[in-house]
């Protein structure tokens, strides 16, 4: 059974710093293209970043592009997301999920930026 | 960037109801559209990939169709379970973007 846990959120302010991450289990991690995706509560899904199963390729919502880093290490079965410089509009819910078709989702990390 | 228009953005219907879900790319997308469904808080659930296809384990009740722009998630039978917030998203090019969600309701 696939199992992707997000960890790493929490309360930070304004211009500081979160490393979110993702342990996947239950399926062969390398294989996959995965992402993360962010939800303020009440409103919609966001995709925020993606990174190729071998790590070679990674893409960025314009609104995190150079203030986030996606990376994956496969010895560990784990999805990264490096967070900096964060804004209140940052703030959400973080899901990753995995392939370009988000078959399966974890439960998600809340991130709330705020002073 | 390619944007997805949902309508309607909410919906009302009874426990049996047939329901319709439309999604509008703003450019042409070819298949590459994925539906969610989500529960209030928890994680959304794959549905359906490829405009059509159901995700394994997904009941037959939900379908799907379109290709290009203009894309349908149908239920039928419309139970107590399946009402939820459900989303397209295409995956024809980046960034990748959902649509804006519709809830369905119980009437």
């Known amino acids: 059974e696939v199992q992707l846990v997000e960890s790493g959120g929490g309360l930070v302010q304004p211009g500081g710093s979160l490393r979110l991450s993702c342990a996947a289990s239950?399926?062969?991690?390398?294989?996959?293209?995965m992402n993360w995706v962010r939800q303020v509560p009440g409103k919609g899904l966001v995709w925020v970043s993606g990174i190729s199963s071998d790590g070679n390729n990674r893409k960025y919502a314009d609104s995190v592009k150079g203030r986030f880093t996606i990376s994956r290490d496969s010895a560990k079965n784990t999805l990264i997301l490096q967070m900096n410089s964060l804004r209140a509009d940052d703030t959400g819910v973080y899901f990753c999920a995995t392939s370009t078709t988000f078959d399966s989702w974890g439960q998600g990390t809340l991130v709330t930026v705020s002073s | 960037d390619i944007q997805m228009t949902q309508s309607p953005s909410s919906l009302s219907a009874f426990v049996g109801d047939r329901v319709t879900i439309t999604c509008r790319a703003s450019q042409g997308i070819s298949n590459y559209l994925a539906w969610f469904q989500q529960k209030p808080g928890k994680a959304p659930k794959s549905l359906i990939f490829?405009?059509?296809n159901l995700q394994s384990g997904v009941p037959s009740k939900f379908s799907g169709s379109g290709s290009g722009t203009d894309f349908t998630l149908t239920i039928i039978n419309l139970q107590p379970e399946d009402f939820a917030t459900y989303y397209c998203q295409q995956y024809n090019s980046y960034p990748l973007t959902f649509g804006g969600g519709t809830k369905v309701e119980i009437k």
């Open positions: 239950g399926f062969d991690f390398s294989d996959y293209w």
């Open positions: 490829g405009a059509s």
